[in-house]
């Protein structure tokens, strides 16, 4: 062998031994396409291989196609019962029915061609009658053969190696007739023939005739099977007891052949609709494991109607097939019960045993369909439940996000009051319906947890959607509030810059409105610097330390158009603070002149009296 056959004989030793640790029985079941798409083309490859070399390798390849088939149909046949109660069930089913139903031999068994009457030979040996049949020469070799493998297979299926006696009533035929049936008979039977016993005609010729021909051909039908040629039906007791015998023999065994065929009937027709359930349920576990489930909620719920209702006719069909076998398990009773002889009672109880087994198949596979069926059930009512969580957890998610955009959307400061109050009015209005939103997201949470404690298949899946409306629940709550804050915030500071500026209107007013005449008086300009020191006790405090103090308080919600209407609000403030000052100076200056002192002196009258000029006296002659 040369080195690159070597390296191949070794990849292929390789592939061999992982698909046999693959196929082990430990491995457990793989999935039917796997094993068909990977599996079988790697064997089939390494197969071919090797065929042109005398390899071990190929043996052990050959097994392991064995085994594949093996492990493909475990794989195919995975429905709602396992491989095991299948194989229980067909084999159960099997121990009634043998290889063809009595529908296919019943013309046979209505001539009568041969039965078993349930009588007993020694070492509890089975009886098969053939009684006198005229029409034995015209039954073809096939259905003869059908004939003995159907009464003779639930004997040997129930005791393997159970030994049969034939008796072969012939005491009204001929030599020729009894030498062609026991050729048949030889030739077709299946069992473990013990002894045939025949009764040979009674007439004399035909007697004389069989005795010859017996003595002539006895070697060769004995070397086929032990045979005892009887003269009279009391010979025959001698191989058989009396009550082992029906009334023809002379026995005292009772027996109806057309009763059996009825009894054998019933209970394969029992036998054929229980395998006919089992199938039914097999068929119906199938298609509902191998259902795709579909995307919407009234589909699901048509499936679980559609489903239930078929649940519902097949348990109703069960409940028929039990009636149906209590019914024939009473009459078996029935007859058990009315039954004296121990042999005919052991094959009543045989028949009652089986119709038993089959009731008690047929309560496995209902339990195993109902067990199936209600984990199906409550794996689609779970899918269904999960479907319309998901849609609602979809439309909350939606609505939550789209009252965050909003609230996003809505302006956190406002050039004026009036606007920032409309702000804040618009952002409690979507305060409000956050918060009913948000109820209805709590509500969807506890759905949610409860879905999560009824055990669900999508459990992660569930709490995972409760913890995303959760976040996103806080996250708009925490969006609501930081929003208010801001504008409450941008409120208080325009408030602030409009007393401000209402100050500094007042301030212009009252110098404007201060006359300069008023000020030439003391009284005047007291009066007006008391006025002017009111207006500066009002004086907003903020902006008397400097713009730079208010900035950093509201330094948060500070934007350029906030910076900007500070600035002008300082920027007048200070004017008329400006010229508030100076106003105040002159009128301080006017209201503090100085007095001159006081001189005591006398007082004299305003209007001094007119100075008096002495009277001239007259001229003297």
Not at 100 to 129: C, F, L, N
Not at 213 to 241: A, N
Not at 396 to 409: A, F, G, N, P, Y
Not at 438 to 449: C, D, P
Request: glycine fraction near 4%; charged fraction near 25%; aromatic fraction near 6%.
């Amino acid at each position: 062998m040369s080195r690159t056959e070597m390296e191949s004989y070794y990849n292929l030793l390789q592939t061999v031994s992982a698909l046999e640790s693959m196929l082990a029985p430990t491995a457990g079941l793989i999935g039917l396409s796997y094993l068909k798409n990977v599996v079988l083309p790697k064997l089939l490859n390494a197969f071919c291989a090797l065929l042109h070399c005398g390899s071990t390798l190929s043996t052990r390849i050959l097994r392991l196609l064995t085994r594949l088939r093996t492990s493909a149909a475990t794989a195919d046949g995975a429905g709602p019962y396992s491989q095991t109660q299948q194989l229980d069930s067909n084999t159960g089913i099997q121990e009634v029915m043998a290889p063809m139903s009595i529908t296919e031999v019943h013309d046979y068994m209505e001539k009568q061609v041969a039965y078993v009457s349930g009588g007993r030979g020694k070492e509890s040996s089975v009886i098969i009658t053939f009684p006198e049949c005229t029409a034995f020469h015209d039954i073809p070799d096939e259905g003869l053969d059908k004939v003995l493998k159907y009464l003779t297979f639930a004997q040997r299926n129930l005791q393997p190696g159970v030994k049969f006696v034939i008796i072969l009533d012939r005491r009204l035929d001929t030599w020729a007739s009894i030498k062609v049936a026991l050729a048949k008979i030889a030739a077709s039977f299946p069992g473990n023939l013990h002894l045939v016993l025949v009764l040979r005609p009674t007439s004399f010729l035909q007697r004389t005739a069989t005795d010859i021909g017996f003595r002539f051909s006895q070697e060769d039908f004995m070397l086929k099977m032990p045979l005892v040629m009887l003269s009279s039906v009391t010979d025959l007791l001698r191989y058989i007891d009396e009550n082992q015998l029906t009334s023809e023999f002379g026995g005292t065994l009772d027996y109806c052949h057309s009763d059996w065929i009825v009894l054998r009937t019933a209970i394969e027709s029992f036998a054929v609709t229980v395998k006919e359930i089992a199938q039914m349920l097999q068929a119906f576990g199938t298609d509902l494991a191998e259902t795709e489930l579909p995307d919407e909620g009234n589909a699901i719920d048509y499936l679980l109607m559609s489903h239930t209702d078929k649940y519902r006719q097949l348990k109703d069909d069960i409940r028929s097939v039990m009636r149906q076998g209590r019914h024939l398990l009473s009459n078996l009773e029935a007859s058990r019960t009315a039954e004296e002889d121990p042999g005919e009672q052991r094959d009543v109880n045989q028949d009652w045993q089986t119709v038993q087994r089959l009731m008690a198949q047929l309560r496995d596979m209902e339990m195993a369909f109902d067990e199936f069926f209600e984990k199906h059930h409550l794996k689609l009512k779970q899918y269904l439940q999960l479907l319309r969580y998901e849609q609602s957890f979809h439309e909350m998610e939606s609505s939550l996000e789209k009252l965050s955009s909003q609230v996003r959307d809505v302006a956190t400061v406002g050039a004026t009051v009036p606007q920032t109050e409309q702000l804040i009015k618009d952002l409690d209005n979507l305060n409000t319906k956050a918060e009913d939103e948000m109820g209805r997201a709590q509500i969807i949470v506890l759905h949610g947890h409860q879905l999560a404690a009824s055990h669900h298949y999508a459990m992660a899946l569930i709490v995972q959607r409760c913890n995303e409306l959760r976040h996103l629940c806080d996250v708009l709550t925490a969006n609501l509030r930081a929003k208010r804050a801001a504008l409450n915030r941008t409120r208080d500071l325009l408030l602030r810059l409009e007393e401000v500026l209402r100050w500094c209107d007042e301030g212009a007013y009252l110098l404007a409105s201060q006359l300069v005449d008023k000020f030439q008086s003391k009284e005047g300009a007291q009066a007006a610097l008391w006025d002017i020191e009111k207006l500066q006790e009002r004086a907003p405090p903020p902006l008397s330390a400097g713009p730079d103090v208010l900035s950093l308080e509201f330094e948060s919600i500070l934007t350029p158009q906030l910076q900007v209407q500070i600035g002008a609000a300082h920027d007048k403030f200070s004017s008329v603070q400006g010229m508030v000052h100076n106003r105040q100076a002159c009128l301080r200056k006017l209201a503090d002149v100085q007095v001159r002192p006081v001189q005591l002196v006398a007082p004299r009258p305003e209007n001094p009296p007119p100075l008096e000029i002495p009277p001239l006296l007259p001229e003297t002659r």
